[in-house]
């Protein structure tokens, strides 16, 4: 494999300005990640992209870095979408290929709901659609017991003290928990606790779920939360995830909610952390996505 170097890039939205690493030349995916985690999770797929054809870019979310973190503590996924507008606007390419993990799948739904003109084509990992989510997941029992952390997120100071604590135990417990049986290189999970560790920022990360808890999130209309994804949609579930259900993933992707296409793939032998776990796999299942995509 040629040897690729890494690009170092910054953004602007406002006063905020957000890091980014950045491999290869073509046609642009964007990555975005999730909680508990960093833009280092697609340091695996960085590589892999940009051989075959693709600048690939992983970007680091609102909130994440001190110099990211919003005045006002807004952390709503439709505010949060304005910053992935602003970057594909700065990188003037036209269209890209949308990529999201986590945090990062819910961001990527909304964002190519509200501006499909943006985006050739989404791939989420690990998260159906969020409004369904949200409004049917959290309904179902066995998955509300798995989602028990959102609700103590949402208890200020204390959830923030509690996770800090035994240098972030419950940090390492949620890896554990959510991909049970892979152990990550020590340097990854480290490097997000370094992350969360920032003045400021595991507040930050923690304010994306008060954000969804909030009563103006839980009060919207069915409507308003089955909103349509007109984008060609590739969406990856570990068989293994402790986080989100891969069956709760497989039922809430609903064919009506993605007009121009959705496929569901369920990765064999991984937890919630899929594309590290297995990144032969995932790299082969985006790639083949993305090739299947037209152009232009």
Known sequence: MTQLNVE??????????????????GPIVLC????????????????????????AIALSLRGYEPQAIPADGDYAVDTIVTDIFSVIEQLGAGPVHLVGHDWGAAI?????????????????MAVPHAGRFAREGLRLIRQLRRSWYMGFFNIPWLSDWVVSQRD?????RLWRDWSPGWEPEPHVLEGVIDTLSQPGVRTAALGYYRAALSLSA???SAEEAHYAVPVPTLAMSGELD????????EQLTVPADFPAGVRFERVTGAGHFLHQERPEAVNSLILDWLSSQPEG
């Open 168 to 172: 972030y135990a419950l940090i390492r």
């Open 32 to 55: 975005l990640h999730g909680f508990p985690d960093n833009l280092n999770s697609f340091r695996l797929q960085l590589p892999a992209l940009a051989e075959h054809g693709y600048r």
């Open 8 to 25: 170092y890039l910054t953004f602007q939205h406002g006063p905020m300005s957000f890091s980014a690493h950045a491999m290869g030349s």
């Open 218 to 220: 839980l009060l919207v």
């Open 108 to 124: 990527a739904y909304r964002a190519a709901s509200l501006r499909p003109d943006f985006f050739r084509s989404l791939t989420t």
């Open 242 to 249: 402790g986080c989100i259900l891969s069956d709760v993933f």
